[in-house]
């Protein structure tokens, strides 16, 4: 647990009963490449915590799978709208490598939340970030060349694009594999 009590750390100061309850309330899991850890078809009550691998969330569209986004090594993943209005939504999360998480259910991080308004704190301030990105992707998606949603794309997940299958960062971009493969070979 020491990486995901480092990672709060860089948030908020983790005292000792926190320490505690964190432990009992969070679990350590493997998932195999390919292993689904979510379905659409049911309500998200996990949030994933990386510590070794690569974690994709997306759709279905017509049969084919459609990337939102990856998260590796220091990432929370879960299906937002299904976490938080506990409902089914559209999302399933695959493992495209072996991963290594912390899970914790969302009854337990209610508990810390409530309990501990330093674990709302947090939640803020963490999530500044991910609108950030999202707000990123999105101007990415709506006002850019495909070059450019590739180069963007590169930065943005700088350090584990190359991790990633060509036919997902395709399906992320929005464009074919084939147009994907052209943009490649001008670099």
Known sequence: MTDLLNHFAQYIKVSD???EELTKRIAFKSFAKGEVLHSADRICTKSYFIQKGLLR????KDGKEISEYFSCEGDWTNSPR??????IDLYYIDAIEQ???YIVEVQD????????????RYARLSMGSTFGYLIE???SMRFTTAKEKYQHFCEVY??????IPLGMVASYLGITQETLSRIRAEK
């Not at 969330?57 to 279905?60: H, I, V």
């Not at 991080?109 to 709302?120: I, K, T, V, Y």
């Not at 700088?158 to 991790?163: F, L, T, V």
């Open 109 to 120: 991080l209610m508990f810390l939340f409530n309990n501990f308004p330093e674990m709302e």
């Open 57 to 60: 969330l997306y759709f279905l």
């Open 17 to 19: 009963y926190l320490k």
């Open 82 to 87: 299904s976490f938080i209005q506990r409902k």
């Open 137 to 139: 992707r999105i101007t």
């Open 158 to 163: 700088k350090g584990i694009h190359h991790r």
């Open 99 to 101: 991963t290594d998480v």
